[in-house]
């Protein structure tokens, strides 16, 4: 801990966490604090980590897929396809058109139920308790819709190599379309609500800036580099999957503050329903599952797969020795680069400052500590 | 002083915007269930813990063929399952099917694996129980209890 000796009789430590409502987990921030003032934010990590990339290591593969899941709770579906990703680049196996839309559907629906507990508990951090319990009647309409097909409300297991565990039917269909419908209802309300509101704005506006440097020395990616006017987004910016099949904008901001990553947010909620939009219109007739082979050997060599995460660039990089089992697996998460930032971000703020810029990055920190 | 008013307005304004939206909520239908009074009803496709599927037209009334398939495959090794070779009927005959919960991540390893399609999931969420054991199921009672 840097504390300068002049001032250190004026100044406290503060213990953060581990089990603040703020902290959304198990994440303990250690604040130097002067008054009422942040001096010296350190975050302390490792509460929840279940040492997912060892477990990677000592099973065969398949055995990995619910590990996926569970490393970021709100987006268990895009890491399921990350890993399923990196195993069919690195075997050399297609999933059927099919399937990649079918991932590419629940990918987004996860993304928006992700997007939509983040709306609601960033409020909530700031003290206003009403809008959760409407972002929370959205997100359970999409929880079943994704409960129907996968079979799961959080911690799906539902890709394999090669496609997916179950079909989506026509019942499916119409339910997301009347979704899509609902949900672009709701957002005016949500403009008028939560983005209209002179005390969010008030807490929000020019808290925790940062420029678009800054972010990319500390590997900040995700809503919160967009957040400073830098366009990057795997879907992008390393088409996966079927993205490029599809029209949709990548939002930016310049003001590079917690507004910034709260409005990139909301206008992604309206990005991902375009691409639900679509990928309905044009789902393809087929097989969900293409044919492997029941024993998939890994070949010698190594793979790099990188999905966009409802926090930003999530990668998986599999290096295999010709076995079952993965020689070594790198999960390189978002939150953790983005939580990074504070100490630099925060040194200076006031105490209620850091629970919302806090809220703007998003944290999930079982895929901190993994 | 001009200032300080439009900002007092500008404020109650906003106030009162999203009053408007939450007084509009009491003329909403309510979408809270009293979970324990009231329950919605789950989708077939829901995903419990594993069954072995009651088949009538099998003398034990269960599929499973004591390959141990899903043993081995499954990678939280949370099942233990034993057969054992009875006289007169052909292939092993299930005695023992332990599913410990406790450790099950519900992947559907062991449903795809199976090579006779003998176990399914149930419909089963609410699991209550004060000791580690209580989730210590026993499948081949379950399916024998099953009329």
């Given at each position: ?18 089990q ?9 921030v ?11 934010p ?15 290591e000592s ?5 990995f ?8 709770y709100l987006a268990s ?31 987004e ?5 992700s ?32 409960e ?5 409300r959080l ?13 989506i ?6 339910r ?15 403009d ?8 969010f ?13 800054l ?32 029209d ?9 503050d ?6 990139v ?7 991902s329903?375009?691409i639900l939009e679509?990928?309905l219109?044009r789902?393809?007739?087929g ?21 966009e ?16 089992v ?7 998460v ?6 990074s ?9 006031l105490?209620?400052d ?17 | 002083m001009?200032d300080?008013f439009a900002?007092?307005?500008?404020g ?10 939450t ?5 909403r ?12 009803p789950?989708s077939?496709?829901y995903?419990g813990h594993t ?17 141990k ?7 939280s ?12 009927v ?23 694996v ?11 969420y609410r ?8 989730f ?12």
């Amino acid at each position: 801990m840097s504390t300068t000796p002049e001032f250190r009789e004026h100044r406290y430590v503060l213990n953060m966490g581990p089990q603040h409502p703020s902290t959304h987990g198990v994440l303990r921030v250690i604040l130097e604090m002067e008054g009422e003032y942040v001096m010296d934010p350190q975050p302390v990590l490792g509460y929840g980590h279940r040492m997912h990339e060892k477990m990677a290591e000592s099973r065969s593969w398949p055995g990995f897929l619910p590990n996926a899941a569970r490393m970021d709770y709100l987006a268990s579906l895009i890491y399921n396809h990350g890993y399923v990703g990196v195993v069919e680049r690195l075997a050399g196996i297609e999933a059927t058109p099919r399937a990649e839309y079918i991932r590419v559907i629940t990918s987004e629906l996860n993304r928006l139920q992700s997007h939509l507990l983040w709306l609601g508990v960033l409020v909530l951090d700031l003290g206003a308790f009403t809008p959760i319990m409407y972002t929370f009647e959205d997100r359970e309409k999409i929880l079943d819709i994704l409960e129907d097909v996968t079979g799961s409300r959080l911690t799906y297991c539902y890709m394999r190599v090669g496609g997916v565990v179950r079909d989506i039917d026509d019942k499916f269909i119409e339910r997301t379309r009347e979704y899509i419908k609902w949900q672009r209802s709701r957002m005016p309300m949500y403009d008028k609500l939560v983005t209209g509101n002179i005390i969010f704005r008030k807490r929000v506006e020019g808290i925790g800036e940062f420029t678009p440097d800054l972010a990319r020395r500390y590997g900040l990616t995700g809503p919160v580099l967009r957040g400073t006017g830098v366009a990057y987004d795997i879907r992008r910016a390393e088409p996966y999957s079927v993205y490029p099949d599809f029209d949709f904008e990548i939002p930016t901001e310049t003001g590079g503050d917690c507004l910034a990553a709260y409005l990139v947010r909301v206008r992604e909620i309206e990005q991902s329903l375009r691409i639900l939009e679509q990928a309905l219109d044009r789902l393809p007739e087929g097989p969900f599952l293409a044919k492997v082979p029941k024993k998939i050997k890994l070949p010698a060599g190594d793979a790099t797969y990188a999905v966009e995460s409802p926090r930003g660039e999530l990668v998986y990089h599999l290096t295999a020795d010709g076995s079952e089992v993965p020689y070594r697996m790198k999960i390189r998460v978002p939150s953790f680069s983005n939580l990074s930032i504070l100490p630099e971000v925060c040194r200076g703020m006031l105490l209620s400052d850091l629970c919302a810029c806090m809220g703007s990055l998003d944290l999930v920190i079982p895929e901190i500590d993994r | 002083m001009k200032d300080y008013f439009a900002q007092i307005f500008t404020g109650g304004k906003s106030l009162l915007v999203g009053m408007m939206i939450t007084l509009r909520e009491f003329f909403r239908p309510v979408v809270t269930v009293q979970y324990p009074r009231e329950r919605l009803p789950i989708s077939p496709n829901y995903r419990g813990h594993t069954i072995l599927v009651r088949d009538e037209e099998k003398p034990e009334k269960h599929r499973c063929i004591s390959c141990k398939m899903c043993e081995r495959e499954c990678p939280s090794g949370c099942i233990g399952l034993q057969g054992e070779k009875r006289e007169g009927v052909k292939g092993l005959v299930l005695v023992r099917y332990r599913l410990d919960f406790t450790k099950c991540s519900l992947c559907g390893t062991c449903v795809e694996v199976c090579p006779t399609d003998a176990l399914d999931y149930s419909n089963e969420y609410r699991h209550v129980g004060f000791r580690r054991e209580d989730f210590h199921y026993d499948l081949l009672a379950m399916v024998e209890e099953q009329k």
